[in-house]
C-alpha cells in the first residue's frame, strides 16, 4: 500500500511541475492545498520506518525526498520566517500605508457601517478593493454604494472601474487601461462586459511628486462550483476560463514591465503558490511576503483555518516592502485582509 501511494503521489506531484499553468484541465489538480506538497511526502517518509524490507524502503525513501524537494517551493512556505533577524528593515518616515482586500460583494450580505469601520481602521494611504458588486439570483449584479464610500473616506480619490475600486489620499494622475478591458472606459458600455473585462485597474498616483503606479487585481475563478464535475458545462467553463486568466496575466505583466515607475501589483488572483500561472510575475517582480513574520502566509479557506494562499502583492521599480501582513476580517469576507507598509527606494541623484 505505501509503495502504491508513492508512486500515486508521483503521479500526481511531478507532471504539475511542467503542466501548471501550460494545460487548462491542470487547474483542477492544482486546486489541492498547496501545503500537501510538504505534508504528503512528510507523512509518506515517517510510514517508510515501518517497512521490513531494507530495498523497498531505500527506494521508497529516495523517491520521496525527491519528491519533498520537488514541492518545497510549491508549498507556499515563506522560509526567511524561519530565520531568525530575517526581516525587512526599519519603514522610512512617510512609508505608505496599503489596504489590498476581496470584500466578498462589498457590503450586500454584511451591515454596510461595520463594513466601513473595518475599512476606515486599517487606516490606509491607498486601497485596493475588489467585488464592487453584488450576488443576486445566481448571477454578479451592479450596486452602487459610491456617495456611502465617499461619505466614510472624504478627501480620497476614488476609482472604480468594473468591479474594482482603488481609493488614494494622493492626487491620481493617470489610470491607463490594461488588457481586455481597454475597450470599455465609455460608461455606455453595459456593467457586465465592463465587469467581465476589467480585471486590473491601474491607479497612478503622486506622492510627494513621485509617481507610483498601484495594480489592483482580481484574476477570474477558474471553475464554476454551480456545475456538476459530471457535466459537459463544468470543463467548458474552466478551459474558457483559463483562456481568460492567461490574457489578463499576459496583459497585466507586459504592463508592468513596461512601467517605468515604483509599482505594486496586487489582490485576489485566484491563484496558489503551486500554479505555474503566477511564473511571470514570480519572475518579473518581488514577492511582498518576503516582509511577512509568518511562515504561512495563507489567505483563504472555508472555516478559521485558511488552507490557500490566492491574494498575492508584487512590488517592482525600487518600490520598498517593510511591512507585510494579513488581517482577518471576521465575518465581512472570506478572504483575508493584505496590509502593507512600503516606500519608494530614493530617487537617482539622492532626491
Not at 501548471?20 to 509518506?44: E, I, K, M, R
Not at 495594480?215 to 457535466?231: F, G, T
Amino acid at each position: 500500500m505505501l509503495a502504491w501511494a508513492v508512486a500515486g503521489w508521483a503521479l500526481f506531484a511531478l507532471p504539475g511541475l511542467f503542466l501548471s499553468g501550460t494545460w487548462w484541465p491542470w487547474l483542477l489538480p492544482d486546486l489541492v492545498p498547496p501545503l500537501a506538497f510538504l505534508a504528503v511526502p512528510l507523512v509518506l517518509l515517517a510510514l517508510c520506518a515501518a517497512v521490513g524490507d531494507r530495498v523497498r524502503r531505500r527506494w521508497q525513501t529516495g523517491a520521496l525526498v525527491v519528491l519533498l524537494l520537488a514541492g518545497a517551493g510549491r508549498a507556499g512556505v515563506h522560509w526567511g520566517a524561519l530565520v531568525p533577524g530575517g526581516g525587512p528593515g526599519p519603514a522610512p518616515a512617510g512609508a505608505l500605508r496599503v489596504f489590498s482586500w476581496n470584500t466578498l460583494y462589498w457590503d450586500t450580505t454584511d451591515d454596510p457601517a461595520a463594513f466601513h469601520r473595518f475599512l476606515r481602521a486599517r487606516d490606509a494611504d491607498v486601497y485596493l478593493l475588489q467585488e464592487y458588486l453584488a450576488w443576486e439570483e445566481g448571477t454578479h449584479t451592479e450596486i452602487d454604494r459610491l456617495a456611502a464610500l465617499r461619505a466614510a473616506f472624504p478627501g480620497y480619490r476614488v476609482v472604480v472601474r468594473g468591479e474594482l475600486v482603488t481609493l488614494s489620499r494622493f492626487p491620481v494622475v493617470a489610470t491607463p487601461p490594461v488588457g481586455p478591458g481597454q475597450a470599455t472606459d465609455d460608461r455606455s458600455v453595459p456593467w457586465r462586459e465592463r465587469f467581465e473585462r476589467n480585471k486590473v485597474l491601474r491607479t497612478d498616483v503622486d506622492v510627494a511628486g513621485r509617481v507610483v503606479s498601484f495594480y489592483n487585481v482580481h484574476v477570474p475563478v477558474q471553475l464554476d462550483i454551480e456545475r456538476s464535475p459530471l457535466s459537459r458545462g463544468f470543463y467548458r467553463v474552466v478551459r474558457d476560463t483559463d483562456a481568460v486568466r492567461k490574457a489578463h496575466y499576459a496583459a497585466l505583466l507586459a504592463d508592468a514591465r513596461a512601467n517605468p515607475h515604483p509599482l505594486l501589483v496586487s489582490g485576489d488572483f485566484n491563484t496558489t503558490p503551486a500554479m505555474g500561472d503566477l511564473d511571470g510575475l514570480r519572475g518579473a517582480f518581488a514577492d511582498a511576503a518576503t516582509a511577512s513574520s509568518s511562515a504561512l502566509p495563507v489567505s483563504w479557506g472555508p472555516g478559521p483555518l485558511p488552507l490557500w494562499r490566492l491574494d498575492w502583492t508584487f512590488t517592482g521599480g525600487g518600490l520598498r516592502v517593510h511591512r507585510y501582513a494579513l488581517t482577518d476580517p471576521g465575518d465581512l469576507s472570506d478572504h483575508r485582509g493584505q496590509e502593507l507598509l512600503v516606500s519608494p527606494a530614493p530617487a537617482a541623484g539622492g532626491g
